[in-house]
Nanobody
Framework: QVQLVESGGGWVQAGGSLRLSCAAS????????MGWYRQAPGKQRELVAT???????DYGDSVTGRFTISRDNGKSTVYLQMNSLKPEDTAVYYC???????????WGQGTQVTVSS
């Protein structure tokens, strides 16, 4: 079992920055990919960013150039640096991890990010 705990969410004005953290614990040795997804009220959950154990990253189109995902394998922690925030970035942000063998997906409880005009 893997547990994910997000932190760093909050309120910020448009143009500001926030840094989210996600700490993994439990059976973490087989975790391969970690990432962030978000969901706003009335909208589908969408990919924000993912990162593999080796550091390969992928970003959703809406955040490319503004957000940066990073990972500290030693601490089993993934970060999301969010810059130039827009009101449309307002959502609950969920940390995600994938265990390769057996294939299992885990989710955190989510952290609220609110960006005001």
């Amino acid at each position: 079992q893997v547990q994910l705990v997000e932190s760093g969410g909050g309120w910020v004005q448009a143009g500001g920055s926030l840094r989210l953290s996600c700490a993994a614990s439990g059976s973490i040795s087989s975790i391969n990919t970690m990432g962030w997804y978000r969901q706003a009220p009335g909208k589908q959950r969408e990919l924000v960013a993912t990162i593999t154990r080796g550091g390969t990253t992928d970003y959703g189109d809406s955040v490319t150039g503004r957000f940066t995902i990073s990972r500290d394998n030693g601490k089993s922690t993934v970060y999301l640096q969010m810059n130039s925030l827009k009101p449309e970035d307002t959502a609950v942000y969920y940390c995600n991890s994938v265990r390769a063998f057996p294939f299992t997906t885990y989710w955190g409880q989510g952290t609220q990010v609110t960006v005001s005009s």
